[in-house]
Protein backbone atom coordinates (compact mmCIF):
# COMPACT_ATOMS: atom_id res chain seq x y z
CA UNK A 1 0.00 0.00 0.00
CA UNK A 2 2.78 2.09 0.97
CA UNK A 3 4.89 1.71 -2.30
CA UNK A 4 1.50 1.85 -4.02
CA UNK A 5 0.73 5.71 -2.54
CA UNK A 6 4.63 6.55 -3.28
CA UNK A 7 4.04 6.05 -6.85
CA UNK A 8 0.96 8.11 -7.06
CA UNK A 9 2.79 10.84 -4.59
CA UNK A 10 6.50 10.71 -5.42
CA UNK A 11 7.39 13.41 -2.53
CA UNK A 12 7.06 10.20 -0.28
CA UNK A 13 9.48 8.58 -2.06
CA UNK A 14 12.68 11.14 -2.73
CA UNK A 15 11.50 13.04 0.80
CA UNK A 16 12.82 10.17 2.77
CA UNK A 17 16.40 10.33 1.74
CA UNK A 18 15.76 14.52 1.62
CA UNK A 19 19.23 16.24 4.09
CA UNK A 20 20.57 19.37 4.13
CA UNK A 21 23.25 18.81 1.09
CA UNK A 22 20.15 18.92 -0.77
CA UNK A 23 18.39 21.30 1.62
CA UNK A 24 21.02 23.42 0.38
CA UNK A 25 21.60 22.82 -3.30
CA UNK A 26 17.95 23.64 -3.71
CA UNK A 27 17.81 26.85 -2.12
CA UNK A 28 20.48 28.09 -3.69
CA UNK A 29 18.95 27.04 -7.25
CA UNK A 30 14.95 28.41 -5.70
CA UNK A 31 17.06 31.70 -5.70
CA UNK A 32 18.23 32.02 -9.24
CA UNK A 33 14.96 31.22 -10.10
CA UNK A 34 12.78 33.44 -8.47
CA UNK A 35 15.00 36.18 -9.71
CA UNK A 36 14.70 35.15 -13.21
CA UNK A 37 11.03 34.10 -12.68
CA UNK A 38 9.88 37.70 -11.71
CA UNK A 39 10.17 39.53 -14.99
CA UNK A 40 9.60 36.43 -16.87
CA UNK A 41 6.24 35.73 -15.49
CA UNK A 42 4.99 39.72 -15.46
CA UNK A 43 6.01 38.91 -19.42
CA UNK A 44 3.81 36.28 -20.27
CA UNK A 45 1.06 37.09 -18.31
CA UNK A 46 1.07 40.04 -20.77
CA UNK A 47 2.07 37.71 -23.93
CA UNK A 48 -1.56 35.58 -22.95
CA UNK A 49 -3.64 38.99 -22.46
CA UNK A 50 -3.79 38.53 -19.00
CA UNK A 51 -2.70 41.16 -15.63
CA UNK A 52 0.97 40.87 -14.73
CA UNK A 53 -0.23 39.48 -10.98
CA UNK A 54 -1.61 36.27 -12.51
CA UNK A 55 1.98 35.31 -14.30
CA UNK A 56 3.35 35.50 -10.75
CA UNK A 57 0.01 33.18 -9.57
CA UNK A 58 0.34 30.84 -12.13
CA UNK A 59 3.55 30.17 -10.72
CA UNK A 60 2.81 29.60 -7.02
CA UNK A 61 0.37 27.13 -6.29
CA UNK A 62 1.18 25.21 -9.77
CA UNK A 63 4.58 24.49 -8.71
CA UNK A 64 3.88 23.38 -5.17
CA UNK A 65 1.73 20.91 -6.45
CA UNK A 66 3.82 19.60 -9.30
CA UNK A 67 6.57 19.09 -6.33
CA UNK A 68 4.10 16.53 -4.45
CA UNK A 69 3.05 14.28 -7.65
CA UNK A 70 5.81 15.01 -10.49
CA UNK A 71 8.68 12.85 -11.04
CA UNK A 72 11.43 14.88 -12.72
CA UNK A 73 13.74 16.14 -9.97
CA UNK A 74 14.69 19.36 -12.43
CA UNK A 75 11.38 20.59 -13.96
CA UNK A 76 10.53 23.79 -13.30
CA UNK A 77 6.69 24.43 -14.05
CA UNK A 78 5.11 27.73 -14.74
CA UNK A 79 3.88 30.04 -17.31
CA UNK A 80 6.05 29.27 -20.92
CA UNK A 81 5.47 31.45 -24.24
CA UNK A 82 4.06 28.76 -26.38
CA UNK A 83 1.27 28.32 -24.01
CA UNK A 84 0.86 32.00 -23.04
CA UNK A 85 0.32 32.62 -26.95
CA UNK A 86 -2.47 29.89 -27.27
CA UNK A 87 -3.82 31.43 -24.03
CA UNK A 88 -4.13 34.49 -25.57
CA UNK A 89 -5.65 32.50 -28.70
CA UNK A 90 -7.96 30.71 -27.73
CA UNK A 91 -9.44 33.08 -25.02
CA UNK A 92 -9.37 36.17 -27.11
CA UNK A 93 -12.67 34.23 -29.17
CA UNK A 94 -14.66 34.02 -26.03
CA UNK A 95 -13.89 36.96 -24.32
CA UNK A 96 -12.62 40.73 -24.52
CA UNK A 97 -8.84 41.19 -23.48
CA UNK A 98 -9.35 43.13 -20.63
CA UNK A 99 -12.66 41.86 -19.05
CA UNK A 100 -13.60 40.02 -15.99
CA UNK A 101 -14.50 37.19 -18.39
CA UNK A 102 -11.35 36.71 -20.17
CA UNK A 103 -9.89 36.40 -17.06
CA UNK A 104 -13.02 33.52 -16.24
CA UNK A 105 -11.95 31.98 -19.35
CA UNK A 106 -8.41 31.98 -18.71
CA UNK A 107 -9.08 30.07 -15.41
CA UNK A 108 -11.51 28.01 -17.27
CA UNK A 109 -9.10 27.18 -19.89
CA UNK A 110 -6.28 25.67 -16.94
CA UNK A 111 -9.10 23.82 -15.81
CA UNK A 112 -9.98 21.56 -18.27
CA UNK A 113 -6.67 21.38 -19.71
CA UNK A 114 -5.28 20.03 -15.74
CA UNK A 115 -8.81 17.82 -16.03
CA UNK A 116 -7.50 16.95 -19.31
CA UNK A 117 -3.97 16.01 -18.60
CA UNK A 118 -5.26 14.22 -15.19
CA UNK A 119 -7.74 12.27 -17.05
CA UNK A 120 -4.77 11.06 -19.14
CA UNK A 121 -2.52 9.97 -16.27
CA UNK A 122 -4.84 8.13 -14.46
CA UNK A 123 -5.85 5.79 -17.51
CA UNK A 124 -2.11 5.67 -18.25
CA UNK A 125 -2.32 7.10 -21.84
CA UNK A 126 0.85 9.42 -22.09
CA UNK A 127 1.28 7.81 -25.47
CA UNK A 128 -1.09 9.10 -26.96
CA UNK A 129 0.99 11.97 -27.14
CA UNK A 130 3.52 10.46 -29.15
CA UNK A 131 0.92 11.20 -31.97
CA UNK A 132 2.77 14.90 -31.82
CA UNK A 133 5.65 14.33 -33.68
CA UNK A 134 9.01 15.93 -33.15
CA UNK A 135 8.75 17.34 -36.19
CA UNK A 136 5.73 19.26 -36.39
CA UNK A 137 6.55 20.10 -32.37
CA UNK A 138 9.59 21.76 -33.91
CA UNK A 139 7.67 23.58 -36.71
CA UNK A 140 5.01 24.84 -34.53
CA UNK A 141 7.68 26.33 -32.14
CA UNK A 142 9.75 27.96 -34.42
CA UNK A 143 6.57 30.00 -36.15
CA UNK A 144 5.07 30.56 -32.55
CA UNK A 145 8.35 32.16 -31.73
CA UNK A 146 7.91 34.19 -34.83
CA UNK A 147 4.04 35.04 -33.97
CA UNK A 148 5.49 36.28 -30.40
CA UNK A 149 7.88 37.89 -31.29
CA UNK A 150 5.65 40.01 -33.85
CA UNK A 151 2.89 40.34 -31.45
CA UNK A 152 5.43 42.38 -28.55
CA UNK A 153 6.59 44.72 -31.41
CA UNK A 154 3.60 46.84 -30.58
CA UNK A 155 4.47 47.45 -27.13
CA UNK A 156 7.94 48.09 -28.50
CA UNK A 157 6.47 50.62 -30.52
CA UNK A 158 3.68 52.09 -28.45
CA UNK A 159 0.93 51.66 -30.88
CA UNK A 160 -2.24 49.52 -30.36
CA UNK A 161 -2.11 47.14 -33.19
CA UNK A 162 -3.97 43.78 -33.32
CA UNK A 163 -3.97 40.53 -35.02
CA UNK A 164 -3.49 36.55 -34.44
CA UNK A 165 -1.77 35.69 -37.73
CA UNK A 166 1.68 37.10 -39.48
CA UNK A 167 -0.36 38.99 -42.18
CA UNK A 168 -2.90 40.25 -39.38
CA UNK A 169 -0.19 41.41 -37.35
CA UNK A 170 2.15 43.02 -39.71
CA UNK A 171 -0.92 44.64 -41.57
CA UNK A 172 -2.07 46.34 -38.30
CA UNK A 173 1.73 47.46 -37.60
CA UNK A 174 2.11 48.46 -40.55
CA UNK A 175 -1.01 50.68 -40.58
CA UNK A 176 -0.02 52.21 -36.93
CA UNK A 177 3.66 52.64 -37.75
CA UNK A 178 3.02 56.67 -37.89
CA UNK A 179 1.92 56.57 -34.11
CA UNK A 180 4.98 55.11 -32.94
CA UNK A 181 5.69 56.75 -29.35
CA UNK A 182 9.48 57.36 -29.83
CA UNK A 183 9.98 57.25 -25.95
CA UNK A 184 8.75 53.52 -26.02
CA UNK A 185 10.55 52.82 -29.04
CA UNK A 186 13.92 54.30 -27.52
CA UNK A 187 13.24 52.22 -24.07
CA UNK A 188 12.11 48.84 -26.22
CA UNK A 189 14.69 48.69 -28.39
CA UNK A 190 17.38 49.31 -25.54
CA UNK A 191 16.37 46.44 -23.24
CA UNK A 192 15.94 44.66 -26.75
CA UNK A 193 20.02 45.08 -27.37
CA UNK A 194 20.80 44.70 -23.92
CA UNK A 195 19.24 41.11 -23.34
CA UNK A 196 20.98 39.93 -26.47
CA UNK A 197 24.11 41.38 -25.36
CA UNK A 198 23.41 40.16 -21.57
CA UNK A 199 22.70 36.30 -23.23
CA UNK A 200 25.50 36.14 -25.48
CA UNK A 201 28.58 38.56 -24.45
CA UNK A 202 28.36 39.39 -20.64
CA UNK A 203 29.41 36.23 -19.21
CA UNK A 204 32.62 36.56 -21.41
CA UNK A 205 33.04 39.67 -20.23
CA UNK A 206 32.47 38.96 -16.20
CA UNK A 207 35.11 36.11 -16.42
CA UNK A 208 37.82 38.12 -18.20
CA UNK A 209 37.57 40.64 -15.85
CA UNK A 210 38.43 37.99 -13.08
CA UNK A 211 34.99 36.93 -11.71
CA UNK A 212 34.14 32.63 -10.86
CA UNK A 213 31.93 31.24 -13.23
CA UNK A 214 28.97 30.60 -10.84
CA UNK A 215 28.86 34.38 -10.09
CA UNK A 216 29.46 35.72 -13.91
CA UNK A 217 26.85 33.01 -14.82
CA UNK A 218 24.00 34.00 -11.37
CA UNK A 219 24.76 37.82 -12.67
CA UNK A 220 23.81 36.74 -16.38
CA UNK A 221 20.64 35.63 -16.00
CA UNK A 222 20.14 38.47 -13.76
CA UNK A 223 19.83 40.28 -16.92
CA UNK A 224 16.43 40.86 -17.27
CA UNK A 225 16.57 41.69 -13.32
CA UNK A 226 18.88 44.75 -14.46
CA UNK A 227 16.80 45.90 -17.74
CA UNK A 228 13.73 45.45 -15.38
CA UNK A 229 15.08 47.75 -12.73
CA UNK A 230 16.69 50.78 -15.07
CA UNK A 231 13.59 50.90 -17.13
CA UNK A 232 11.83 51.22 -14.51
CA UNK A 233 13.52 53.93 -12.43
CA UNK A 234 14.29 55.75 -15.59
CA UNK A 235 9.72 55.72 -16.08
CA UNK A 236 10.27 56.86 -12.51
CA UNK A 237 12.46 59.72 -12.72
CA UNK A 238 11.43 61.34 -15.49
CA UNK A 239 7.77 60.53 -15.26
CA UNK A 240 7.73 59.20 -18.61
CA UNK A 241 4.05 57.65 -18.33
CA UNK A 242 2.98 60.96 -18.59
CA UNK A 243 4.63 61.25 -22.18
CA UNK A 244 2.64 58.22 -23.00
CA UNK A 245 4.97 55.67 -22.57
CA UNK A 246 2.56 52.82 -21.28
CA UNK A 247 3.65 50.99 -17.87
CA UNK A 248 2.25 48.44 -15.90
CA UNK A 249 0.20 50.34 -13.30
CA UNK A 250 -0.76 49.15 -9.83
CA UNK A 251 -0.37 45.04 -9.33
CA UNK A 252 -2.46 43.88 -6.60
CA UNK A 253 -0.47 43.37 -3.35
CA UNK A 254 -1.44 40.04 -1.99
CA UNK A 255 -1.03 36.29 -2.23
CA UNK A 256 -2.97 34.66 -4.76
CA UNK A 257 -6.47 34.32 -4.71
CA UNK A 258 -8.80 32.18 -4.45
CA UNK A 259 -11.07 32.22 -7.93
CA UNK A 260 -13.35 29.99 -9.48
CA UNK A 261 -13.30 29.34 -13.18
CA UNK A 262 -16.55 29.73 -15.62
CA UNK A 263 -18.04 26.33 -15.87
CA UNK A 264 -20.82 26.96 -18.37
CA UNK A 265 -21.55 24.73 -20.93
CA UNK A 266 -21.32 27.12 -23.79
CA UNK A 267 -17.74 28.33 -22.31
CA UNK A 268 -16.54 24.43 -22.03
CA UNK A 269 -17.44 23.64 -25.60
CA UNK A 270 -15.78 26.72 -26.72
CA UNK A 271 -12.44 26.16 -24.83
CA UNK A 272 -12.44 22.74 -25.05
CA UNK A 273 -10.16 21.95 -28.37
CA UNK A 274 -7.96 24.62 -27.43
CA UNK A 275 -7.67 23.14 -23.83
CA UNK A 276 -6.42 19.36 -25.86
CA UNK A 277 -3.90 21.25 -27.75
CA UNK A 278 -2.24 23.14 -25.42
CA UNK A 279 -2.29 20.25 -22.96
CA UNK A 280 -0.84 18.03 -25.50
CA UNK A 281 1.88 20.62 -26.67
CA UNK A 282 2.48 21.44 -23.20
CA UNK A 283 2.87 18.07 -21.97
CA UNK A 284 5.39 16.93 -25.19
CA UNK A 285 7.60 20.30 -24.26
CA UNK A 286 7.83 19.16 -20.49
CA UNK A 287 8.73 15.34 -20.94
CA UNK A 288 11.43 16.28 -23.45
CA UNK A 289 12.76 18.65 -21.10
CA UNK A 290 12.35 16.23 -17.82
CA UNK A 291 13.68 13.29 -19.91
CA UNK A 292 16.63 15.34 -21.29
CA UNK A 293 17.51 16.45 -17.42
CA UNK A 294 16.74 12.68 -16.27
CA UNK A 295 19.06 10.93 -18.10
CA UNK A 296 22.16 13.29 -17.23
CA UNK A 297 21.88 11.99 -13.61
CA UNK A 298 20.75 8.88 -14.46
CA UNK A 299 17.42 9.34 -13.21
CA UNK A 300 14.44 7.94 -14.85
CA UNK A 301 10.53 10.17 -15.29
CA UNK A 302 7.21 8.17 -15.60
CA UNK A 303 5.27 10.28 -18.55
CA UNK A 304 2.19 9.08 -17.09
CA UNK A 305 3.08 10.56 -13.72
CA UNK A 306 3.84 13.51 -15.16
CA UNK A 307 0.16 14.09 -16.16
CA UNK A 308 -0.69 13.77 -13.33
CA UNK A 309 1.72 16.30 -11.74
CA UNK A 310 1.16 18.82 -14.28
CA UNK A 311 -2.59 18.02 -14.48
CA UNK A 312 -2.93 18.82 -10.70
CA UNK A 313 -0.50 22.19 -11.15
CA UNK A 314 -3.07 23.17 -14.21
CA UNK A 315 -6.27 22.48 -11.75
CA UNK A 316 -4.48 24.36 -8.66
CA UNK A 317 -3.89 27.48 -10.98
CA UNK A 318 -7.78 27.55 -12.06
CA UNK A 319 -8.72 28.23 -8.64
CA UNK A 320 -5.88 30.57 -7.59
CA UNK A 321 -6.30 32.94 -10.31
CA UNK A 322 -3.43 31.92 -13.00
CA UNK A 323 -3.74 30.31 -16.24
CA UNK A 324 -2.93 26.94 -17.88
CA UNK A 325 1.40 26.09 -17.21
CA UNK A 326 3.60 23.61 -17.96
CA UNK A 327 7.46 22.85 -17.98
CA UNK A 328 9.82 25.35 -19.13
CA UNK A 329 12.96 24.74 -21.28
CA UNK A 330 14.52 27.96 -19.83
CA UNK A 331 13.51 28.20 -15.90
CA UNK A 332 14.08 23.95 -16.28
CA UNK A 333 17.52 24.34 -17.66
CA UNK A 334 18.79 27.81 -14.79
CA UNK A 335 17.33 24.82 -12.64
CA UNK A 336 19.42 22.43 -13.23
CA UNK A 337 22.63 24.30 -13.62
CA UNK A 338 21.76 25.63 -10.38
CA UNK A 339 21.80 22.58 -9.00
CA UNK A 340 18.44 21.50 -7.88
CA UNK A 341 18.62 18.19 -6.66
CA UNK A 342 15.07 17.43 -5.79
CA UNK A 343 11.07 19.01 -6.81
CA UNK A 344 11.63 20.70 -3.11
CA UNK A 345 13.86 23.61 -5.43
CA UNK A 346 10.39 24.44 -6.98
CA UNK A 347 8.20 24.94 -3.68
CA UNK A 348 11.08 26.74 -2.21
CA UNK A 349 11.05 28.95 -5.82
CA UNK A 350 6.90 29.58 -4.98
CA UNK A 351 7.62 30.57 -1.71
CA UNK A 352 9.98 33.32 -3.36
CA UNK A 353 7.52 34.23 -5.58
CA UNK A 354 5.33 34.98 -2.72
CA UNK A 355 7.07 36.95 -1.23
CA UNK A 356 7.69 38.91 -4.15
CA UNK A 357 4.27 39.18 -4.83
CA UNK A 358 3.17 40.57 -1.45
CA UNK A 359 6.20 42.87 -0.89
CA UNK A 360 7.58 43.73 -4.14
CA UNK A 361 4.92 44.79 -6.16
CA UNK A 362 4.21 48.31 -5.44
CA UNK A 363 8.10 48.44 -7.03
CA UNK A 364 6.80 47.76 -10.52
CA UNK A 365 4.52 50.52 -10.58
CA UNK A 366 6.41 52.29 -13.28
CA UNK A 367 7.51 48.79 -14.95
CA UNK A 368 7.33 49.63 -18.99
CA UNK A 369 5.24 47.15 -20.95
CA UNK A 370 7.79 47.36 -23.51
CA UNK A 371 10.29 46.03 -21.29
CA UNK A 372 8.27 43.46 -20.70
CA UNK A 373 8.13 43.00 -24.43
CA UNK A 374 12.15 43.17 -24.71
CA UNK A 375 12.14 39.91 -22.52
CA UNK A 376 9.54 38.18 -24.34
CA UNK A 377 11.08 38.77 -27.94
CA UNK A 378 14.50 37.90 -26.67
CA UNK A 379 13.70 34.86 -24.68
CA UNK A 380 11.03 33.56 -27.93
CA UNK A 381 13.43 34.40 -30.71
CA UNK A 382 15.89 31.32 -28.95
CA UNK A 383 13.43 29.37 -29.72
CA UNK A 384 13.25 30.25 -33.60
CA UNK A 385 15.02 26.93 -35.86
CA UNK A 386 14.45 27.48 -38.99
CA UNK A 387 17.50 24.97 -40.01
CA UNK A 388 14.38 22.19 -39.53
CA UNK A 389 13.31 23.17 -42.65
CA UNK A 390 16.82 22.48 -44.46
CA UNK A 391 17.02 19.23 -42.48
CA UNK A 392 14.19 17.83 -42.51
CA UNK A 393 14.12 18.21 -46.77
CA UNK A 394 17.60 16.30 -47.33
CA UNK A 395 16.45 13.63 -44.52
CA UNK A 396 12.64 12.76 -45.63
CA UNK A 397 10.43 14.69 -47.58
CA UNK A 398 7.22 13.70 -45.69
CA UNK A 399 8.42 14.92 -42.86
CA UNK A 400 9.37 18.31 -44.82
CA UNK A 401 5.73 18.32 -45.90
CA UNK A 402 4.75 18.19 -42.15
CA UNK A 403 7.12 20.83 -40.57
CA UNK A 404 6.58 23.62 -43.36
CA UNK A 405 2.57 22.84 -43.47
CA UNK A 406 2.77 23.49 -39.68
CA UNK A 407 5.28 26.43 -40.25
CA UNK A 408 3.18 27.94 -42.91
CA UNK A 409 -0.52 27.81 -41.82
CA UNK A 410 0.13 28.60 -38.00
CA UNK A 411 1.77 32.22 -39.26
CA UNK A 412 -1.32 32.35 -42.06
CA UNK A 413 -4.29 31.44 -40.02
CA UNK A 414 -3.22 31.06 -36.22
CA UNK A 415 -1.78 28.36 -33.81
CA UNK A 416 -4.71 25.76 -33.37
CA UNK A 417 -5.29 25.45 -36.99
CA UNK A 418 -1.20 25.17 -37.72
CA UNK A 419 -0.65 22.64 -34.66
CA UNK A 420 -3.77 20.65 -35.60
CA UNK A 421 -2.79 20.10 -39.41
CA UNK A 422 0.60 19.74 -38.37
CA UNK A 423 -0.84 16.15 -36.37
CA UNK A 424 -2.86 15.45 -39.23
CA UNK A 425 -0.20 15.75 -41.69
CA UNK A 426 1.82 13.33 -39.49
CA UNK A 427 -0.99 10.60 -39.10
CA UNK A 428 -1.52 10.58 -42.54
CA UNK A 429 2.11 10.53 -43.60
CA UNK A 430 2.38 7.71 -41.49
CA UNK A 431 -0.27 5.92 -43.01
CA UNK A 432 0.38 6.64 -46.38
CA UNK A 433 4.04 4.79 -45.34
CA UNK A 434 2.60 2.09 -43.81
CA UNK A 435 0.00 1.45 -46.39
CA UNK A 436 2.79 0.63 -48.56
CA UNK A 437 5.44 -1.41 -46.67
CA UNK A 438 9.09 -1.87 -47.56
CA UNK A 439 9.03 -5.62 -49.17
CA UNK A 440 12.79 -6.43 -50.19
CA UNK A 441 13.20 -9.64 -52.37
CA UNK A 442 16.19 -11.46 -51.23
CA UNK A 443 18.78 -14.11 -51.95
CA UNK A 444 21.44 -16.23 -50.14
CA UNK A 445 24.70 -14.38 -49.52
CA UNK A 446 27.14 -16.89 -50.98
CA UNK A 447 29.16 -19.34 -47.80
CA UNK A 448 26.33 -18.15 -45.13
CA UNK A 449 22.96 -18.91 -43.84
CA UNK A 450 21.96 -14.89 -44.44
CA UNK A 451 20.13 -13.30 -47.06
CA UNK A 452 19.98 -9.88 -48.39
CA UNK A 453 18.12 -7.69 -50.69
CA UNK A 454 19.33 -8.27 -54.36
CA UNK A 455 19.04 -5.03 -55.04
CA UNK A 456 21.72 -4.20 -52.35
CA UNK A 457 23.99 -7.27 -52.59
CA UNK A 458 25.77 -10.46 -54.84
CA UNK A 459 23.26 -12.91 -54.22
CA UNK A 460 22.38 -16.44 -54.78
CA UNK A 461 18.59 -17.22 -56.29
CA UNK A 462 16.61 -19.61 -57.77
CA UNK A 463 14.20 -18.64 -60.51
CA UNK A 464 11.65 -20.96 -59.03
CA UNK A 465 11.49 -19.28 -55.49
CA UNK A 466 10.40 -15.81 -54.90
CA UNK A 467 11.47 -15.04 -51.58
CA UNK A 468 10.50 -11.63 -50.08
CA UNK A 469 11.32 -10.23 -46.44
CA UNK A 470 8.17 -8.38 -45.25
CA UNK A 471 9.30 -4.89 -43.29
CA UNK A 472 6.42 -4.19 -41.87
CA UNK A 473 4.10 -5.20 -39.55
CA UNK A 474 0.79 -6.29 -41.59
CA UNK A 475 -2.48 -4.32 -40.92
CA UNK A 476 -5.54 -3.05 -42.94
CA UNK A 477 -4.26 -0.27 -44.64
CA UNK A 478 -1.35 -2.30 -46.24
CA UNK A 479 -2.72 -5.53 -46.37
CA UNK A 480 -3.88 -5.64 -49.82
CA UNK A 481 -0.82 -3.86 -51.52
CA UNK A 482 1.04 -7.09 -50.11
CA UNK A 483 -1.33 -9.21 -51.60
CA UNK A 484 -1.23 -7.21 -55.42
CA UNK A 485 2.95 -6.87 -55.07
CA UNK A 486 3.12 -10.46 -54.76
CA UNK A 487 0.47 -11.32 -57.49
CA UNK A 488 1.83 -9.50 -60.15
CA UNK A 489 5.24 -10.60 -59.22
CA UNK A 490 3.98 -14.52 -59.84
CA UNK A 491 2.00 -13.90 -62.73
CA UNK A 492 4.62 -11.78 -64.33
CA UNK A 493 7.40 -14.28 -62.94
CA UNK A 494 9.64 -17.09 -64.23
CA UNK A 495 8.09 -20.38 -63.77
CA UNK A 496 7.65 -19.34 -60.08
CA UNK A 497 6.74 -22.15 -58.06
CA UNK A 498 7.16 -21.20 -54.84
CA UNK A 499 6.65 -17.93 -52.49
CA UNK A 500 8.33 -17.84 -49.26
CA UNK A 501 7.44 -14.83 -46.99
CA UNK A 502 10.32 -13.60 -44.66
CA UNK A 503 8.13 -12.66 -41.26
CA UNK A 504 11.28 -11.33 -39.21
CA UNK A 505 10.47 -7.94 -39.19
CA UNK A 506 6.94 -8.80 -38.68
CA UNK A 507 5.35 -7.37 -35.27
CA UNK A 508 2.05 -8.23 -35.80
CA UNK A 509 -1.01 -9.15 -38.36
CA UNK A 510 -4.30 -8.05 -37.68
CA UNK A 511 -7.66 -9.29 -38.88
CA UNK A 512 -7.90 -7.74 -42.41
CA UNK A 513 -4.24 -8.97 -42.94
CA UNK A 514 -5.28 -12.15 -42.14
CA UNK A 515 -7.98 -12.13 -44.44
CA UNK A 516 -5.74 -11.35 -46.92
CA UNK A 517 -3.12 -13.84 -46.53
CA UNK A 518 -5.55 -16.50 -46.58
CA UNK A 519 -6.75 -15.13 -49.97
CA UNK A 520 -3.93 -14.89 -50.94
CA UNK A 521 -3.02 -18.52 -50.00
CA UNK A 522 -6.23 -19.45 -51.78
CA UNK A 523 -4.83 -17.93 -55.21
CA UNK A 524 -1.69 -18.96 -55.25
CA UNK A 525 -3.74 -22.56 -54.60
CA UNK A 526 -5.39 -22.34 -57.86
CA UNK A 527 -2.21 -21.11 -59.27
CA UNK A 528 -0.21 -24.26 -58.13
CA UNK A 529 2.61 -22.09 -56.46
CA UNK A 530 3.33 -23.20 -52.90
CA UNK A 531 3.33 -20.30 -49.97
CA UNK A 532 5.09 -20.22 -47.20
CA UNK A 533 6.04 -18.52 -43.82
CA UNK A 534 9.52 -18.51 -42.34
CA UNK A 535 10.89 -16.84 -39.19
CA UNK A 536 7.34 -15.85 -37.60
CA UNK A 537 7.91 -14.25 -34.06
CA UNK A 538 6.33 -15.92 -31.34
CA UNK A 539 3.68 -13.61 -30.72
CA UNK A 540 2.28 -13.63 -34.51
CA UNK A 541 2.57 -17.27 -34.66
CA UNK A 542 0.07 -17.54 -31.38
CA UNK A 543 -2.66 -15.54 -33.19
CA UNK A 544 -2.23 -17.67 -36.93
CA UNK A 545 -2.65 -20.46 -34.80
CA UNK A 546 -6.31 -19.55 -33.16
CA UNK A 547 -7.33 -18.25 -37.18
CA UNK A 548 -7.62 -21.14 -40.31
CA UNK A 549 -4.76 -20.17 -41.88
CA UNK A 550 -1.97 -22.66 -41.32
CA UNK A 551 -4.21 -25.67 -41.42
CA UNK A 552 -5.02 -24.43 -45.22
CA UNK A 553 -1.44 -23.43 -45.80
CA UNK A 554 -0.24 -24.51 -49.40
CA UNK A 555 3.41 -24.58 -48.26
CA UNK A 556 4.96 -24.92 -44.55
CA UNK A 557 6.18 -22.59 -41.98
CA UNK A 558 10.15 -23.04 -41.38
CA UNK A 559 11.96 -21.67 -38.62
CA UNK A 560 14.83 -19.71 -40.55
CA UNK A 561 15.05 -18.25 -44.06
CA UNK A 562 17.74 -20.47 -44.96
CA UNK A 563 16.02 -23.97 -43.50
CA UNK A 564 12.89 -22.50 -46.33
CA UNK A 565 16.32 -22.38 -49.28
CA UNK A 566 17.54 -25.97 -48.43
CA UNK A 567 14.14 -26.93 -48.81
CA UNK A 568 12.75 -25.23 -51.85
CA UNK A 569 15.51 -23.82 -53.91
CA UNK A 570 16.87 -26.91 -56.18
CA UNK A 571 18.36 -24.23 -59.27
CA UNK A 572 20.29 -21.86 -57.70
CA UNK A 573 21.94 -19.29 -60.08
CA UNK A 574 25.94 -18.15 -59.44
CA UNK A 575 26.24 -14.92 -57.33
CA UNK A 576 25.24 -11.73 -59.53
CA UNK A 577 25.57 -8.19 -59.21
CA UNK A 578 22.38 -6.70 -57.51
CA UNK A 579 19.41 -5.72 -60.13
CA UNK A 580 16.15 -4.17 -60.01
CA UNK A 581 12.94 -6.87 -58.92
CA UNK A 582 11.75 -6.25 -62.37
CA UNK A 583 14.67 -7.12 -63.89
CA UNK A 584 15.20 -10.86 -62.50
CA UNK A 585 13.36 -12.25 -65.92
Known sequence: MIDRLRKFVPVLDWGRTYDGAAFSNDLVAAVIVTIMLIPQSLAYALLAGLPPEAGIYASIVPIILYAIFGTSRALAVGPVAVVSLLTASAVGQVAEQGTAGYVVAALTLALLSGGFLLTLGILRLGFLANFLSHPVIAGFITASGILIACSQLKHVLGVDAGGHTLPEMLGSLAAHLGETNPITLAIGTAAIAFLFWARKGLKPSLRNMGLGPKVSDLITKAGPIAAVVATTLVAWYFSLNERGLSI????????????????????????????????????????????????????????????????????????????????????????????????????????????AAVALTPLIYFLPKATLAATIIVAVLSLVDLSILKKTWNYSKSDFSA????????????????????????????????????????????????????????????????????????????????????????????????????????????????????????????????FHLSEVKGPVMDRLKTAHLLQHLNGRVFLSQYAAWTALADRPSEPHEPVMADEMC
Open 403 to 530: VAATILLTLLLGVEIGVATGVAISVLMHLYKTSRPHVAEIGLVPGTQHFRNINRYKVETDPSVLMLRVDESLYFANARFLENLILVRVTEGCGIRNVVLMFSAVNAVDYSALESLEALNDRLRDMGVG
Open 248 to 355: VGEVPQSLPPLTMPGLEPDLIAALAVPAVLISIIGFVESVSVAQTFAAKKRQRIDPDQELIGLGAANIGAAFTGGYPVTGGFSRSVVNFDAGAETPAAGAYTAVGLAI
